[in-house]
């Protein structure tokens, strides 16, 4: 049979009130007292029930996690950071993949509300009209994990990745090159997909350089969505001598069939992207890149969510943390 509250007050020779306060780490229980209740609790295997405690505080110490694509590797460094805050807060986390479609995370996000979490962490891509209604009927506090909405209305944690894109594609600038494809994630994404098409088209204006709607192609940021770009890119006459990729998953496709059409990186073609991932290390040759603060992101994000949560005082509610050029050697001054 299940242990009750009943039981352990019994067995302590307590009130339920006492037994409560005890777990509830009260601090106006007797030492005495709170050891006999601890032995009690001990020798029967009670267990609080986290259910019930937080019908009667109107909390449940738990978060609400959406995230767009759990097999995406860059999100598991994320998801590490928010761990680890939300242990240090004393928080559970509740995990849920949304495959990046808008009327999955719509539902999910219902779902966590209904679930009575303190607070939510949205770490999708495109954040809609839709998204912002369901973030403003909700009563607890939202923050978005490396993402931001068009208006910036909403409490968030990201970089600047326009500077990030910006920053990549003056690398290949400065290698010399000029004929500078890029491989894009989508445009509809303000935050991130356009958001770094902007930074690599105002790179090559800044050098001066036109800008070829031919050397851009829409991938979807995985590695099979480079293959046809960069197959496309190795058909045009000029070839682009440099690709610069919007994330390191895309840019290692991009490694690769460059390498099987018989070609070097980067002796033939240069390759630079945005992530930092950790394939961007293990790849030959290792992947030039800019590296999002991927742990931090999500830390950041957590402990913001906890001062909403615990309504503490915060100076600023759109967080932009810095990112680092990582040179490795797919990327090398032209001779």
Do not use: W
Not at 67 to 72: F, G, K, W
Not at 117 to 130: I, N, P, R
């Amino acid at each position: 049979m299940t242990v009750t509250i009943y039981d352990v007050a019994r067995e302590a020779g307590v009130s339920m009130a006492t037994v409560s306060r005890v777990v509830n780490n009260n601090p106006n229980v007797k030492p005495q007292t709170r050891k006999k209740v601890f032995e009690a609790i001990e020798r029967l295997g009670y267990r609080p029930n986290a259910v019930a405690r937080g019908l009667a505080s109107k909390k449940t110490t738990t978060v609400g996690v959406v995230i767009p694509d759990i097999s995406n590797s860059i999100f598991a460094e994320v998801a590490r950071g928010i761990e680890d805050i939300a242990n240090m807060y004393h928080y559970n986390i509740i995990l849920c993949n949304a495959d990046k479609k808008k009327e999955k995370e719509i539902r999910v996000i219902n779902t966590l509300l209904e679930k009575q979490v303190d607070g939510l962490l949205f770490m999708g891509g495109v954040v809609t009209e839709d998204h912002i209604q369901a973030f403003r009927t909700s009563s607890v506090p939202v923050v978005l994990c490396g993402t931001k909405d068009e208006n910036q209305a909403m409490p968030s944690v990201d970089i600047d990745h326009e500077k990030a894109a910006f920053d990549a594609v003056n690398v290949l600038i400065e290698a010399g090159h000029r004929d500078i494809a890029m491989i894009s994630g989508t445009l509809q994404d303000p935050a991130n997909g356009f958001a770094r098409y902007q930074g690599y088209k105002r790179a090559l204006e800044t050098a001066g350089i036109p800008v070829r709607d031919e050397y851009v192609r829409i991938g979807n940021y995985r590695y099979e969505s480079s293959v046809d770009a960069v197959n496309y890119f190795l058909g045009l006459s000029p070839r682009p001598t440099a690709i610069f990729s919007a994330t390191d998953e895309m840019a290692i496709g991009a490694i690769h069939t460059i390498q099987d059409n018989g070609l070097r990186v980067p002796e033939d073609v240069a390759v630079i992207s945005v992530d930092n991932i950790r394939m961007a290390s293990m790849v030959r040759p290792t992947l030039t890149t800019v590296a999002q603060p991927m742990y931090d992101i999500g830390a950041v994000s957590m402990r913001l969510l906890t001062k909403l949560m615990n309504k503490e005082s915060t100076d600023n509610m759109q967080v932009i943390l810095p990112h680092e050029i990582i040179n490795r050697h797919s990327v090398k001054a032209q001779a």
